[in-house]
């Protein structure tokens, strides 16, 4: 079957400095792959959409100069938090599949900032 | 290892009628949480249940976890309801664990 593992599940970086998750499709071409943060009231905002072998498109009020984002092949997708601060602390989820419509997600990475 | 497994993959209905989506859980989960996916890509928290029911309009959820299964009702169904919809269990680690999601078309 389909699944996406993000790592680390969880980490703690200290203001100011960066921080990389990592997001990894198995059994199926993550030809497209969508990142999330929960906001407090627990929807999640999409930050960007990545598609391989096309510009990534970063949503209103996120920025590859703050979340800057690898999508080299069809299986693995990278994004750094830089210069982290309390505000971004959350849980930041991926989306993968083939297309942007049909994403399977993983667990998360709880980022806590200190 | 914890599995939810969501049904149906997709579903149409006219506006005006109404339908129930469901998620089985291989095990027990501590909590369960309802999505819809809009046009823009967002996923929008439509609950989030320990345990019981929740109403909130149109939509009614309830999560057993005796019987480890949740079930996300829409009634009177309106265009804007179109999207995808996600169920994601709460599992022991506290970790979500995603439902394949259902495509929900409204049809005038």
């Known amino acids: 079957g389909a699944l996406v593992y993000q790592y680390p599940r969880r980490t703690i970086c200290k203001s100011g400095t960066s921080m990389r998750m990592e997001c990894q499709a198995v059994g199926f071409q993550a030809t497209s792959v969508a990142w999330y943060r929960q906001s407090p009231q627990k929807t999640f905002e999409l930050i960007a959409l990545s598609t391989v072998n096309s510009a990534i498109k970063y949503e209103q009020n996120f920025t590859q100069e703050k979340f800057p984002i690898s999508h080299p092949n069809l299986s693995f997708s990278s994004m750094t938090v830089l210069n982290a601060y309390l505000e971004d602390r959350g849980l930041y989820l991926c989306g993968a599949g083939q297309s942007q419509n049909t994403l399977y997600f993983g667990a998360g990475t709880r980022l806590s900032v200190l | ?108």
């Open chain 2, 1 to 108: 290892g914890d599995q939810v497994e969501q049904s149906p993959s997709a579903l149409s209905l006219h506006e005006g009628t109404g339908s129930a989506l469901r998620c089985n859980f291989t095990t027990t989960m501590r909590a369960v949480q309802w999505f819809q996916q809009n046009s823009r890509g967002s996923l929008i928290n439509l609950f989030y249940l320990a345990s019981g029911t929740k109403e909130n309009g149109r939509l009614k959820s309830t999560f057993n976890s005796k019987e480890s299964y949740s079930t996300l009702h829409i009634r009177d169904a309106q265009l804007e309801d179109s999207g995808t919809y996600f169920c994601a269990a709460e599992g022991s680690n506290y970790q979500l664990i995603w439902g394949s999601g259902t495509k929900l078309i409204i049809k005038p």
